[in-house]
């Protein structure tokens, strides 16, 4: 499974934006989607995931009400729309996508075995 990201970029403190995540896959069903990132010099972190065929979504806490994830099941696509966004969002960010993402595990890293290239995100005060 190829996963592409996009939508990265240079804003502002309190501006938004909208990363994409999509597959070489026919569809992602069956499958969970998540979204991960890293900043410089820190581990990478959990911020939200979505499963496909039920829609079940969650959460990091930092980004809750701020943050939402969703998907376009005709597009095969999974959105995260970044709003009020901060400093401390800078990072690079991750889609990671699998099929045998268990609930208790949607915020680990390691139970994803697809991850896409990275976009940068970068957000001034």
């Known amino acids: 499974v190829q996963l592409q990201a996009s939508g990265g970029g240079l804003v502002q403190a309190g501006d938004s934006l909208r990363l994409s995540c999509a597959t070489s896959e026919y569809t992602f069903r069956g499958y969970v989607v998540g979204w991960f990132r890293q900043a410089p010099g820190k581990e990478r972190e959990f911020v939200a995931g979505i499963r496909w065929n039920s829609g079940f979504t969650s959460y990091e806490d930092s980004v809750k009400g701020r943050f939402t994830i969703s998907k376009d099941n005709a597009k095969n696509t999974v959105y995260l729309q970044m709003n009020s966004l901060k400093p401390e969002d800078t990072a690079v960010y991750y889609c990671?996508?699998?099929?045998?993402?268990?609930?208790?595990?949607?915020?680990?890293?390691?139970?994803?075995?697809?991850w896409g290239q990275g976009t940068l995100v970068t957000v001034s005060s």
């Open positions: 990671a996508a699998d099929r045998n993402v268990i609930t208790s595990t949607i915020h680990t890293s390691r139970a994803y075995d697809h």
